[in-house]
């Protein structure tokens, strides 16, 4: 008898892992002893394989404690972080200034609902003063994830502008909450909504303008790569909304159906893309034009990560709303969409509420954070060891040709594994076999691309000269043995 299945269905098969591979995965384990192979089975004994740390790595190092740019996993290795715990770690792990106003607050006062409190209203009133929101005022609502303060902040633009429609970037990161994943446009993902899909709710994509891959193809002769791609972005969107066609608007009748347009500014979980100079002032352009909101996801882009305290002052634009999280509470969980006052100020008392949103000590270290990352002098140590970073890359890639592009703007650093520089063939398997080389070298980054083929570097904003010496001296090591034909 033939069994039906769905596609859906079908596709769960090849995506699920048995016991006996994920076994396989633990004994492999090069970059852990014992003690961390244990943990590691009795971590998959009582979490779910739908893990994050299985996609990224074999096994995830089970990490035991850090020191600002280290970590030590449970058998005593060290690793050199070049995660920061996902952006969050900005100051280092364990930094003794943030620690030890989480513990003073915590002797003073841990939670108060989703209620006033002076550590709250005063990093309300950094952030206001702090971001590049257009007009005179600014406003605040916290939450607790990154993925909290996205569907805030779309709850809010459709309420506002009473539309319905939301324009976002392929390529872009926005969480996987059911309400932000419509956002986010990880194909890999999508079968784990099934059979509801959130998209179905009004949200439309476009390209994002990645000039050395482009999704328009190679420019023409003598045209460069970034202006062409922008160029033919600019095209693409322009046709969508004033052609009566989709539906998005209708420029002939002014009929704009677009309550927003979210973007991150640098593409980053898709693996660390920074696109050509221009993008959001177009944006913002078209947003002007057709009266559509521009909210900048800087979760993981902001707080002085790439040498300036947002990377939308890359492009000196003023934007409607922004959203910021990971390093802002210092290591705990706490989100922030800060709006213009108009938009905030449109909707009643009780429109939002969470239980655990701008939690006393998180709010207390990331008052912390804030001072420290929009510190003129912080902000230009983040850029030059960026750039010393990236110098001592680029100098690996004129000796390898297997990296193919390095996307680097402060300590925000997206590394591209080609197998030939002119095809630009992807190099995915030899980008797998380095990642996991790197762990064993004592390196903990993660791995992500267009095409599985990028390392996406973001140590802690504190890294030292020295680390970042030896982070290139291990990948010069690792680099020499690649095969790469
Ligand atoms: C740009 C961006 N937006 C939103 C999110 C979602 O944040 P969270 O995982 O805290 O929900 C992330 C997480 O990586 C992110 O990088």
């Given at each position: 008898?033939?069994?039906?299945?769905?596609?859906?269905?079908?596709?769960?098969?090849?995506?699920?892992?048995?016991?006996?591979?994920?076994?396989?995965?633990?004994?492999?384990?090069?970059?852990?002893?014992?003690?961390?192979?244990?943990?590691?089975?009795?971590?998959?004994?009582?979490?779910?394989?739908?893990?994050?740390?299985?996609?990224?790595?074999?096994?995830?190092?089970?990490?035991?404690?850090?020191?600002?740019?280290?970590?030590?996993?449970?058998?005593?290795?060290?690793?050199?972080?070049?995660?920061?715990?996902?952006?969050?770690?900005?100051?280092?792990?364990?930094?003794?200034?943030?620690?030890?106003?989480?513990?003073?607050?915590?002797?003073?006062?841990?939670?108060?609902?989703?209620?006033?409190?002076?550590?709250?209203?005063?990093?309300?009133?950094?952030?206001?003063?702090?971001?590049?929101?257009?007009?005179?005022?600014?406003?605040?609502?916290?939450?607790?994830?990154?993925?909290?303060?996205?569907?805030?902040?779309?709850?809010?633009?459709?309420?506002?502008?009473?539309?319905?429609?939301?324009?976002?970037?392929?390529?872009?990161?926005?969480?996987?909450?059911?309400?932000?994943?419509?956002?986010?446009?990880?194909?890999?993902?999508?079968?784990?909504?099934?059979?509801?899909?959130?998209?179905?709710?009004?949200?439309?994509?476009?390209?994002?303008?990645?000039?050395?891959?482009?999704?328009?193809?190679?420019?023409?002769?003598?045209?460069?790569?970034?202006?062409?791609?922008?160029?033919?972005?600019?095209?693409?969107?322009?046709?969508?909304?004033?052609?009566?066609?989709?539906?998005?608007?209708?420029?002939?009748?002014?009929?704009?159906?677009?309550?927003?347009?979210?973007?991150?500014?640098?593409?980053?979980?898709?693996?660390?893309?920074?696109?050509?100079?221009?993008?959001?002032?177009?944006?913002?352009?078209?947003?002007?034009?057709?009266?559509?909101?521009?909210?900048?996801?800087?979760?993981?882009?902001?707080?002085?990560?790439?040498?300036?305290?947002?990377?939308?002052?890359?492009?000196?634009?003023?934007?409607?709303?922004?959203?910021?999280?990971?390093?802002?509470?210092?290591?705990?969980?706490?989100?922030?969409?800060?709006?213009?006052?108009?938009?905030?100020?449109?909707w009643g008392p009780g429109a939002h509420v969470s239980t655990q949103?701008?939690?006393?000590?998180?709010?207390?270290?990331?008052?912390?954070?804030?001072?420290?990352?929009?510190?003129?002098?912080?902000?230009?140590?983040?850029?030059?060891?960026?750039?010393?970073?990236?110098?001592?890359?680029?100098?690996?890639?004129?000796?390898?040709?297997?990296?193919?592009?390095?996307?680097?703007?402060?300590?925000?650093?997206?590394?591209?594994?080609?197998?030939?520089?002119?095809?630009?063939?992807?190099?995915?398997?030899?980008?797998?076999?380095?990642?996991?080389?790197?762990?064993?070298?004592?390196?903990?980054?993660?791995?992500?691309?267009?095409?599985?083929?990028?390392?996406?570097?973001?140590?802690?904003?504190?890294?030292?000269?020295?680390?970042?010496?030896?982070?290139?001296?291990?990948?010069?090591?690792?680099?020499?043995?690649?095969?790469?034909?």
């Open positions: 008898m033939v069994k039906h299945q769905s596609n859906e269905m079908k596709q769960r098969e090849k995506l699920s892992i048995n016991e006996e591979q994920l076994q396989q995965r633990i004994n492999n384990m090069s970059y852990g002893d014992e003690k961390s192979k244990d943990w590691a089975r009795r971590w998959l004994d009582v979490e779910s394989r739908g893990q994050v740390g299985l996609s990224l790595f074999p096994v995830p190092p089970i990490i035991e404690r850090g020191s600002g740019d280290k970590l030590y996993d449970v058998d005593g290795k060290e690793y050199i972080d070049l995660l920061s715990g996902f952006s969050v770690s900005a100051l280092g792990q364990c930094n003794p200034e943030i620690t030890k106003t989480i513990s003073e607050q915590a002797g003073k006062l841990t939670h108060y609902f989703d209620f006033p409190h002076p550590e709250r209203i005063e990093m309300a009133e950094k952030l206001t003063k702090m971001t590049p929101i257009k007009g005179e005022d600014a406003r605040v609502v916290f939450g607790v994830t990154g993925s909290d303060s996205v569907e805030l902040a779309i709850r809010a633009a459709r309420y506002y502008t009473g539309r319905s429609m939301v324009l976002t970037a392929y390529g872009d990161y926005h969480g996987v909450t059911y309400g932000a994943m419509p956002f986010t446009t990880k194909g890999g993902m999508r079968p784990y909504f099934h059979p509801i899909q959130p998209q179905d709710s009004g949200v439309g994509y476009f390209p994002f303008p990645y000039a050395y891959r482009g999704p328009f193809g190679e420019p023409p002769t003598g045209e460069s790569a970034e202006e062409y791609t922008l160029s033919k972005l600019k095209h693409y969107l322009e046709f969508l909304l004033e052609s009566k066609e989709t539906p998005y608007a209708e420029g002939k009748s002014g009929i704009s159906n677009v309550a927003a347009i979210i973007v991150e500014p640098f593409q980053s979980s898709a693996g660390y893309y920074i696109p050509p100079k221009g993008y959001l002032k177009f944006l913002r352009k078209i947003a002007d034009e057709y009266g559509i909101l521009l909210i900048v996801d800087e979760i993981q882009t902001g707080l002085g990560r790439t040498g300036r305290l947002w990377a939308t002052e890359w492009e000196d634009v003023e934007v409607d709303m922004l959203l910021t999280s990971k390093a802002l509470g210092g290591g705990l969980p706490l989100s922030a969409a800060v709006a213009r006052a108009d938009i905030l100020e449109a949103a701008g939690n006393v000590i998180a709010c207390a270290a990331g008052n912390k954070i804030l001072d420290q990352v929009s510190d003129e002098a912080f902000l230009k140590s983040v850029k030059e060891k960026g750039d010393y970073f990236a110098n001592g890359l680029r100098e690996l890639q004129r000796k390898y040709p297997i990296i193919g592009q390095i996307d680097a703007r402060g300590l925000y650093i997206g590394l591209e594994f080609v197998k030939d520089q002119k095809t630009k063939e992807p190099a995915d398997e030899e980008a797998q076999q380095i990642l996991e080389a790197c762990l064993e070298e004592g390196i903990i980054f993660e791995k992500g691309g267009f095409f599985h083929n990028r390392f996406q570097l973001i140590p802690p904003l504190t890294i030292s000269y020295e680390t970042i010496d030896e982070v290139i001296a291990r990948f010069d090591k690792i680099l020499s043995k690649v095969n790469t034909k």
